[in-house]
């Protein structure tokens, strides 16, 4: 949690992916990992700000999400999309002699994001530690593009 804070502090990585990264398609703007909840503002203030990082060999994608337990969390792929989510129900009930109380709590959001084509989908790890939820995407090689060549007709 500090390590999200510090970076919130300083400018870097902001809460707010990069606009390449969260509001456009990735055929536009190359392999970005897509941020589909790209109106969280308009719809739902109970979702969990995220950080999307980027380099040469995977990215890193962070949840900021303190209150919870790791058991809380799902986290699935489905056709290309990861989607992570929770749901958190909490029931007390207090009898006295003289009154009786009953306290419910509930909470839960879902994230989606569209993995770019060269992810590797079978090697995503995640882990919770202090509130942030972090999950790392390693990247695959994927094949280089050839050179256009032209064939001479003979």
Known sequence: ???LAKRRTNGENSLFPSFRNSFFPNRLFGSGLLDIDNELWNRNLNVPPANIIEDDKEFKLELSVPGFKKEDFNIDIDQGTLIISSEKKEETNKEEKNYSRKEFSYASFSRSFQLPDNTDENNISAKYND?????TIPKKEMASVKPKKQVKIS
């Open 1 to 3: 949690m500090a390590e």
């Open 131 to 135: 509130g942030v939820l972090q999950l």
